[in-house]
């Protein structure tokens, strides 16, 4: 059978050698020696924005931002060497995180030039942070069956509804909330984009603690908030198209492989030099997933180098990405057996067990497997 799609290989030099040291030698300076195992293990869960300020201050956030914006007009494969770098240090990059990596190309796509000469350049700096409004109770990664609802109202907008899973809401400035603002046969159509200042009157945020009694997600209501007619972001009734676009970068990257790379690491730590044989075969089979991942993974950011649509593409690198960070915690507890008893696995366990509260998540966030695989579906024309 022909796939009719490919992943391009990731261009040649691509890797930006100097760079990357460069990163290695911020973050042992910035982080420091006692950043063990256990705070490398939330991932991209940290908030700290101290570090997101010193990030900006380094040139490496806004890095593709064209420098009008205040960016610094680098290339996606560079970013990519930054984020990845940081995702392995398991560096605490929450604060600026979607702001970085997809309101900020979003607003730069689809925003007015007051919007953006505005926001972009503070989210370089490290000073102006984003929540995700998709997500609703009772639809999930089902974004069509939205019922947040924008009416017009003189020259505004009044905006009802309920937004779920909003990861870091409570510290966020802004939202992007995808909601409908007309009537269609079509599921897909009605649907707009509005940029919501989350200091607006109306606006209720409400904790949702996670598995391991931490506050990283939210519920949003809004009760009659009233905007103004600039907080339309893009074009009425394009919402769908811009909200896929958004997905394209925020499925593609290596935070959707790297989420349980602390533990990976420890593992090996703990197995030392001379594993058994099964232990052996298991990790090599993680690593080949691993790299080949990372390649795919490349090879989109390459894509988004050149303007073209890597939809399919970070759809298939999410989903597969997915499927490793949940079996790496169930590999290692097979093959490294771990009891939270002093000694050189005690860090081990404390790692394992963060990572094991955290993996029912991975296939959560960004899409539910079924949803995705359904995209991928679509996208091959076999369904």
Request: glycine share 10%; proline share 6%; with cysteine.
């Amino acid at each position: 059978m022909t796939i009719p799609f490919a992943f391009p290989a990731p261009p040649a030099g691509s890797d930006h050698s100097e760079l990357r040291a460069e990163v290695r030698a911020f973050l042992a300076e910035t982080l420091g020696p006692d950043y063990g195992a256990t705070l490398q293990a939330r991932s991209w869960n940290g908030h700290d924005p101290e570090f997101s300020r010193k990030l900006g201050a380094q040139g490496w956030l806004g890095m593709t931002f064209p420098k009008e914006y205040g960016g610094h007009g680098r290339s996606a494969l560079e970013r990519y060497v930054v984020v990845e770098e940081m995702l392995a240090a398991g560096a605490p990059v929450a604060a600026h995180w979607i702001a970085d990596r997809q309101s900020g190309p979003l607003l730069l796509h689809f925003g007015t030039e007051a919007q953006k000469h505005d926001i972009l350049p503070r989210i370089v700096a490290g000073e102006c942070y984003f929540c995700i409004g998709m997500s609703e109770a009772g639809s999930g990664s089902d974004l069509a069956a939205v019922k947040t609802r924008a009416r017009r109202d003189g020259d505004g907008w009044r905006l009802n509804g309920t937004k779920i899973w909003t990861t870091y809401a409570q510290h966020a400035n802004y939202m992007i909330v995808f909601c409908r603002t007309g009537d269609s046969e079509d599921r897909h159509g009605g649907t707009s984009q509005l940029l919501v200042d989350l200091s607006t009157p109306g606006i209720t945020i409400t904790p949702i603690l996670d598995i391991a009694g931490e506050h990283h997600m939210n519920e949003v209501q809004f009760n009659d908030v009233l905007l103004p007619e600039t907080a339309l972001l893009g074009q009425e009734g394009q919402g769908w198209s811009q909200v896929m676009g958004e997905l394209a970068f925020e499925r593609s990257g290596p935070d959707r492989f790297l989420s349980s790379y602390a533990l990976l690491n420890e593992l090996l730590r703990v197995l030392g030099n001379a594993p058994d044989q099964v232990a052996q075969r298991a990790i090599g089979r993680l690593t080949a997933h691993l790299m080949v991942l990372r390649h795919m993974s490349r090879s989109v950011a390459g894509m988004l180098e050149n303007k073209e649509n890597p939809t399919l593409q970070a759809t298939i690198v999410k989903d597969l990405g997915a499927l490793l960070e949940q079996e790496i915690p169930e590999i290692a507890r097979s093959i490294a057996p771990a009891d939270p008893v002093p000694g050189p696995q005690h860090e081990f366990a404390q790692v394992l067990a963060r990572t094991l509260m955290s993996a029912p998540s991975f296939s959560l966030r960004g899409g539910t497997r079924e949803i995705l695989r359904g995209i991928i579906a679509r996208n091959l024309g076999l369904r």
